[in-house]
């Protein structure tokens, strides 16, 4: 495991993946007045879409919400 060295790319690529998602679908299609908006519309977008109703392949095409409750059934 490479955790913590530096130049693994495939580290991280999670991460990147979660950032460049929040890019493409929210931050590049909009114009922001002002930076607190942005904060405001990336809190609502992981709180109320990400997590809640966008469908992750990596999760059987299941939000993490579905995911969650299945596991715990």
């Not at 495939?10 to 114009?31: C, G, M, V």
Request: include cysteine.
């Amino acid at each position: 495991m490479s955790v913590g060295r530096t130049g693994q790319c495939w580290d991280n690529a999670l991460a990147e993946s979660f950032f460049a998602t929040i890019k493409r679908e929210l931050l590049h299609t909009n114009t922001w007045p002002s930076r607190a908006a942005a904060r405001t519309a990336i809190f609502d977008f992981i709180e109320s879409w990400y997590n809640l109703h966008r469908l992750h392949s990596s999760l059987g095409y299941r939000s993490p919400a579905e995911y969650k409750t299945a596991l715990a059934a």
